[in-house]
């Protein structure tokens, strides 16, 4: 038998960056989609969380709306790139919340593209692993993300944020302090990605780009900013000034400086609140709420939407501030609600 365990991420800083070819600092999560299983002819899996069976021949790869798209997705990637590869009878279970914001998407496509990479001795690198993940989503499941998710979920390491440049792919690994927890909260908002507003901010920071004649994000001054119309001004602002944050945060982890990272992924959180419109009233009260608690800073990670926020807390103090923050939530909220204490931990494998 085969397993494999391919973990979520939250992404620290270094949000809706990764489609202009900016910076982002994820981290892969000890939450884990889990998929055992051993070779086969065709394709049945069976998910835990589902409780269904799906089942599908090589020669059958289209797309059925569920969630056996991603397992599907990776079969038309690996096959349309030339790799000889067989079926899965198996299962898919774990412990990370689907739909919640955590990439569960892709740690599914990862979970499967490791599982094909040893049964089949494929001898994929991670990168690869990453990039046909993104292609699967992007092309198969019709997605338009970036690559933030696929690679922190290959490239994960115990103990450390991974500092990525989204334009060469070139990346560094920064020591994540012991003695601080994440704190996730997930809203218990569901957020659809394929849903329009992704989109249609995606295209408004494209057409930034070319208004302004640059490549990426990475290379625009705040002073050019002004070039722009008015809602491209304050999208695209955003994404410029979020830019200089994840090197700011780089920084501060570097000299070991807690608070400021805090404050600035608390800064980061209100400027994608205010200027880009993803945040949402329940994100912007666990924000509220766990910096009132004693949180060093806290933000949304990924999309927005609904989804799931972070918030960077002592160690000995994170059960307390999550256990609080979901009391009070729950007093305004009718969603079902959790908190996770998670640390950075290792990739796909
Ligand atoms: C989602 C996408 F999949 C990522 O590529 C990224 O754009 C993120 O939203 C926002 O930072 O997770």
Known sequence: MIRVESPGRVNLIGEHTDYTFGYVMPMAINLYTILEGEKAEVVTLYSEHFREEKFFSLDQLYK???????????????????YNIGGIKGKILGNLPIGAGLSSSASLELA????LDKAYSLNLSRLEMALFAKKAENEFVGVPCGILDQFAIAFGKKGHAIFLDTDTLSYGYIPFPSDVSVLVFYTGVKRELASSAYAERRKIAEESLRFLGKRT????????????????????????????????????????????????????????????????EELDFFVRKARELGAYGARLTGAGFGGSAIALVDKEKAEEVGKAVLEEYGKKFPWKAKYFIVEPSDGVG
Do not use: C, Q
Request: glycine share 6%; net charge negative; hydrophobic share 40%.
């Open 64 to 82: 059925e709306n569920t969630w056996i798209d991603y397992v599907k997705g990776v079969y038309w990637v690996l096959k349309s790139e030339g």
């Open 112 to 115: 499967v593209m490791a599982f």
């Open 217 to 280: 994000s990475k290379d625009v001054d705040e002073s050019e900013l002004i070039k722009l119309p008015s809602l491209y001004r304050k999208f695209f602002g955003y994404i410029v000034r979020e830019n200089r944050r994840v090197l700011e945060v780089r920084d501060a982890l570097k000299n070991g400086n807690i608070e400021e990272v805090g404050e600035i992924l608390t800064r980061a959180h209100w400027d994608i609140a205010r200027n880009y419109g993803v945040s949402s």
